[in-house]
């Protein structure tokens, strides 16, 4: 089942995809008030269960963050192998993920526009995976960490290159202009057929693929980054890790091949779908 949430006629609800192009609306279906919800409540099987037909079309409503309230968004740094060696610094491979957290307000959802601040031309796109924390837990096993997630959603974790310099030990700041990354569309949360070592990400800028592999490259897998995370934190329903990007972010063309106003950026992750945001700048 695909979750996600959804606007209409005003009024932000849960829902889930029917087929292609429909929407089941959670709310009048099981009286749920959010994913969040849905997830906190171990509520997914019931909710794939009266999701089996649409109360309306995606054309007639709006989508917004799958999880509009996530409780923290944690984001892993340089977690594939060609992108450690893409910043040609001699590094040894990493022993530990590299993290940094980000804010809802930093993203958009999925159609929206990105927003190219006033401060920066260097808007750069950054195609993820991302785990939805689905069942809380500390110090969590590798053995059991897949038993913790409820779902994946796509990550466009944008950054603006020359604030992530500002500080010596941070890059905070270029990781949190307000709508300049995305997420979305949905949550999927059927993940038998998935297989979390070798899952397929393409990320495209102007139909150009910029970005292209699979997360058998990872340094740290999905299961090492929730044993790791959940060692100095409890992870709660709603948490949302994103896992990293490949190589063939913008900054590393030359010259560097920055967003702007007019691109369209998609990134596709497999079995679970297509993020898709144009680029705007900011008025």
Avoid at 15 to 20: H, Q, S, T, Y
Wanted: net charge negative; proline share 5%; glycine share 10%.
């Amino acid at each position: 089942m695909r979750l996600l949430t959804f606007r209409h006629d005003g009024v932000l609800k849960p829902g889930a995809l029917v087929g292609a192009d429909g929407i089941a609306d959670l709310t009048a279906r099981i009286g749920a008030s959010s994913v969040r919800q849905i997830i906190e409540e171990e509520r997914i099987g019931e909710a794939a269960n009266a999701a089996k037909t649409a109360d309306l079309r995606l054309a007639e409503a709006r989508l917004e963050l799958p999880i509009p309230d996530a409780g923290r968004i944690f984001c892993v740094g340089v977690n594939y192998m060609n992108r450690n060696e893409e910043y040609k610094d001699g590094s040894d491979a990493p022993k530990y993920p590299s993290l940094f957290m980000r804010g809802a307000a930093s993203f958009v959802p999925h159609g929206a526009l990105l927003t190219v601040p006033h401060e920066s031309e260097q808007l750069d796109y950054e195609g993820e995976i991302v785990l939805v924390i689905g069942r809380a837990g500390r110090r969590i096993a590798p053995d059991d960490a897949m038993a913790h997630v409820a779902g994946l959603t796509i990550m466009n974790e944008g950054s603006v290159r020359d604030w992530v310099r500002h500080g010596k030990f941070n890059v905070t700041q270029g990781k949190n202009f307000d709508g300049t990354g995305a997420i979305g569309p949905w949550i999927e949360t059927d993940l038998t057929t998935i297989d979390p070592q070798d899952l397929a990400i393409e990320t495209r800028v102007n139909g150009e693929a910029r970005q292209r592999d699979t997360t058998a490259s990872m340094a740290f897998p999905f299961a090492r980054i929730i044993e790791y995370v959940s060692t100095f934190t409890r992870l709660v329903p709603g948490d949302l890790i994103a896992t990293g990007t490949p190589t063939g972010a913008g900054a590393r063309f030359d010259p560097p091949r920055w967003l702007k106003a007019g691109d369209v950026v998609e990134v596709t992750v497999e079995g679970v779908g297509t993020l898709r945001n144009g680029v705007e700048e900011e008025a």
